[in-house]
């Protein structure tokens, strides 16, 4: 295990009816920018709580409104400047991944005078952000409890992400029943990319840290428990607190400490996601079996077959034999949740994949992935065996 520093500050008002807080949380900021998608936070009365609690509490605030998924650079910039204008203290992010990540580069692109965008190239660095809190609707990122956001620039079809400890939510209010009203298939991206983020922690070149690779493993059975519930009986609190909770365990930064992690598979999404629009846990599981595939080697079959029986019950005396049976029951799983296996299901053909080969490498330094490094080549293999 290598040394670390745990920092993890957010306070997470947990379970039914936690909006009770909010009041507490909010009374002393004096404007609030109050940011949210497409709507979903209005269909389900969500909406309308928080904007009685805030006029309870003569609190100012302005709305943000119509952030979509794959956060927008357009709205991160309309967020600043009602910032301004409005003299916010506080950033409230009602909703899911991409609207607290939109709300977060909002917070720091308020005392940047160039653009934005610079943050998420390199070229300036996070110093000063304005404090937020969030109310989660979508089990998924862990964007709630992490100090990470992801923003899309359609106008150059790149989407980067940049992180700081400054970025990390005040205080996260998580209900699982706000997650009740999501479509089955946003129920299953979330679950995708949950595992996702665990696989990128857990497939490490950090071979020990036993403690973290069993929490690890806990998380991705727990999604493999609980995942086709809450798909099949939406309104199973059992099942939706669960994942929800699963989901902000997964990328806090809990399974990290003491390892690093590989990263490759989010680095080729993104790439995707950037030209497509494509949901990022739809794109997760189409890629995360292929990736397995295609790393399983001599060096890394110890791993996937500890995986395969950990997580999977299976056994055997090839190891080979039951990592495979493992990558196979993985893309099983998806499958079971409704998500597709190849990029030409979800309508992306080839005419892309070599621009989204080079720019996973560019984008990532030259390499992507630190368990296995992948060049573009390699990245070009496995966006092949995805179509
Ligand atoms: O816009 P509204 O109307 O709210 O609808 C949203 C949106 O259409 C809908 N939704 C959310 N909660 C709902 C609901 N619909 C009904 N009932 C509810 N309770 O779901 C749709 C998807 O929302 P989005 O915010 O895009 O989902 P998600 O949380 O999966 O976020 C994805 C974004 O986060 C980034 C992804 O790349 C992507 O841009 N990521 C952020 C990370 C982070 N900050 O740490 C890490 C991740 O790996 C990821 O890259
Ligand atoms: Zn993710």
Known sequence: MINFTYNVPTRIYFGKEQIKNLEKEIKNYKSILLAYGAGSIKKCGLYQKVVDILKANNISFCELSGIKPNPRLTSVKQG???????????ILAVGAGSTIDCAKAVAFGYYYEGDVWDFFKGKSQIKNALLLGTILTLAATGSEMNGNTVVSNEELQ????????????????????????????????????????????????????????????????????FGPVAINEPDNYEARANIMWAGSLALNGLLTYGKTGDWAVHGIEHEISAIYDLTHGTGLAIIYPNWMDYVLN???????????????????????QIAKEGIKKTRDFFNLLGLP?????????????????????????????????????DVLSVLQACL
């Open 80 to 90: 600043i400047e009602l910032c301004r204008k409005n003299k916010v203290d506080f």
């Open 158 to 225: 790149e989407k980067l992400s940049v992180g700081s400890d400054l970025l990390r939510p005040v205080f996260s209010i998580l209900d699982p029943v706000y997650t009740m009203t999501l479509p089955k298939e946003q129920t299953a991206a979330g679950v995708a990319d949950i595992m996702a983020h665990v696989y990128e922690q857990y497939f490490s070149s950090v071979g020990d840290a036993y403690l973290q690779n069993r929490l690890a493993e806990a998380i991705l059975k727990t999604c493999i428990e």
């Open 298 to 320: 001599e060096k890394t079959v110890d791993k996937f077959s500890e995986y395969a029986k950990n997580v999977f019950g299976i056994n055997g005396s090839d190891k080979f």
């Open 341 to 377: 296996s190849t990029l030409s299901q979800v309508k992306i053909g080839i005419e892309n994949i070599n621009k989204m080969a080079e720019k996973a490498i560019i984008n990532n330094g030259g390499e992507i992935g630190k368990y296995v490094k992948l060049g573009a080549k």
